[in-house]
């Protein structure tokens, strides 16, 4: 029988057991605190991690072995798509490529191998749900948030990486989510800054951005994004009715897995309807478990109390019935228990071992994607200039990953403090990601290029949005593992 909610004025409000089984709720730092012990214990179905509560593997480990002390079938989540969206190398850069470098090499078991490489370091540190694989087709090279987290911009290769990538996940005995349905490939607008619009015909979009959601029955999850999708219905996917009956019709009916928001906690919903009303709508659209966001942005405690209170409230008012959010957390906790189950099933190896697997498994597709053409490096001191000016949101921190590899093979590397007085000697080396569409990137690139005709351009982007300079590497993503590779590239001078 569901708990009662206890009167808002009480000083210890009690948690909803039916309301907590739909939430899926972030924690700031790396030990658990008692207000989310105390959740655990009333029913709260999952915990996501992010980069602050991952410093190192170890530390994500004992943070997650906490959690299942305290409540064995809660599902500890991560979003870790390997590349340049890392949680548990947030510090350090991720030993795995971009999913477009692994759509560059076009190998899929070489794809499954690098899902089983993410699946046995998150197994290693007792995660249960990794959000991934990304299903998005690439198709607008201005993309500022998928971009190279895609398998490509076509939807067939989209959907074969994407399949293997998750094969390999649950090979290592984890859950999977493909994201972010019904596609985010096709807009420049970031929803975790704004609501995008995607504003395609239903022909196009059902051809070119659906199609590779039709291997979600595969998977456990599913994932809904913030976007605007005229020709599909009215509201962002993530909170109206339209999109769930899309997906089963595009599964055939046979998905039974769970739908999972994207975070509410981002701009594209929470300015508008509001945190607490997109929850309530999100629950009413038919989601099972709702993704809160990161508590980087609003204090984590709060951030699940107010989740929680609205849907209490929602009950309260009878716009969402009491046995209907009943049903949806008991469902929710089922499937959840039942990826424990799994697992917990599967022999997981030690964390050293699957950084190792990883590191090797990452330099070898690494070196298989980038692409070089008329540059080359040798042993002089190199001077790097970060040009790119849009924040990739989805990546969290950026660290400077090129300059660590130059200094990893005995190049003397800075960033200058003063980029418009870089002189005329050394080496001069330039990364960018949307020099096309971003007006502040082009200017910074054009008036470098003008100083300096000679600089190497480092495109960490898509190839269609890389500019047309004759020195240019095709890194395919800014994490460690593509810097290493394009550093190595250009150290033997190969084309």
Same mark, same amino acid.
């Given at each position: ?77 991560? #979003? ?40 046995? %370091? ?154 607490? @009303? ?27 109390? @107010? ?70 490096? &040798? ?65 910074? %690139? ?17 190839? &269609? ?22 550093? &190595? ?5 190969? #084309?």
């Amino acid at each position: 029988m569901t708990p009662s909610p206890t009167p808002s004025s009480s000083p210890s409000p009690a948690w909803d057991a039916d309301a907590l089984g739909v939430l899926m709720a972030p924690v700031t730092g790396t030990e658990l605190p008692q207000w989310l012990g105390e959740a655990l214990d009333a029913g709260l179905a999952s915990v996501i991690l992010f980069g602050q509560n991952t410093p190192d593997p170890h530390t994500a480990a004992r943070l997650a072995r906490a959690i299942h002390a305290r409540a064995e079938d809660c599902a500890v989540a991560i #979003d870790e798509e390997g590349g340049d969206v890392t949680r548990l190398q947030s510090d350090t850069g991720s030993d795995l490529p971009t999913a477009w470098a692994l759509g560059e090499a076009d190998d899929p078991e070489l794809t499954r191998d690098a899902g089983r490489a993410l699946g046995d %370091l998150l197994a290693a540190c007792d995660l249960d749900l990794d959000l991934a694989p990304v299903l998005d087709v690439s198709t607008d090279p201005a993309n500022p948030v998928i971009g190279t987290r895609a398998f490509g911009d076509d939807p067939d290769r989209v959907a074969a990486h994407a399949r293997a990538f998750a094969g390999g996940l649950i090979d290592a005995g984890l859950g999977t989510c493909a994201k972010h349905f019904p596609g985010h490939g096709a807009t420049a607008t970031d929803s975790h800054t704004a609501l995008p619009l995607i504003d395609l015909d239903r022909r196009e979009i059902e051809e070119e951005h659906l199609a590779p959601f039709r291997i979600v029955p595969w998977l456990d999850a599913v994932m809904t994004a913030h976007v605007l999708v005229p020709a599909l219905g009215e509201g962002p996917a993530s909170i109206s009715s339209w999109s769930r009956p899309l997906l089963e019709r595009t599964m055939g009916g046979t998905f039974h897995g769970l739908v999972i928001t994207d975070a509410l906690d981002m701009a594209a919903v929470a300015e508008d309807p509001g945190f607490g @009303e997109a929850v309530v709508r999100a629950v009413e659209s038919g989601a099972d478990l709702l993704c809160l966001g990161s508590s980087a942005r609003r204090e984590d405690r709060q951030m699940l109390r @107010e989740a929680h209170d609205a849907l209490v409230g929602a009950v309260r008012a009878g716009r969402i019935p009491r046995e209907v959010l009943h049903r949806r957390a008991e469902g929710t906790r089922s499937q959840l228990r039942t990826l424990r189950t799994r697992r917990r099933a599967v022999p997981s190896v030690s964390i050293e071992t699957a950084l190792t697997r990883a590191q090797r498994l990452g330099a070898e597709a690494a070196a298989r994607a980038v692409r070089v053409r008329d540059a080359r490096l &040798d042993l002089r001191p190199a001077m790097v200039l970060d040009l790119r000016h849009r924040a990739q949101h989805a990546s969290g921190a950026r660290s400077q990953q090129l300059v660590w590899a130059l200094r990893e093979r005995g190049i003397s590397a800075d960033v200058p403090y003063y980029p418009d007085q870089v002189g005329s000697g050394g080496q001069v080396l330039a990364i960018t990601r949307l020099p096309r569409s971003d007006e502040e990137e082009a200017r910074r %690139l054009a008036e470098l290029l003008a100083r300096r005709p000679d600089a190497i351009v480092i495109h960490t982007g898509v190839p &269609d949005a890389a500019p047309e300079h004759r020195r240019r590497v095709l890194a395919h993503g800014a994490g460690r593992t593509m810097m290493r590779a394009a550093v &190595d590239r250009l150290l033997r001078g190969e #084309d």
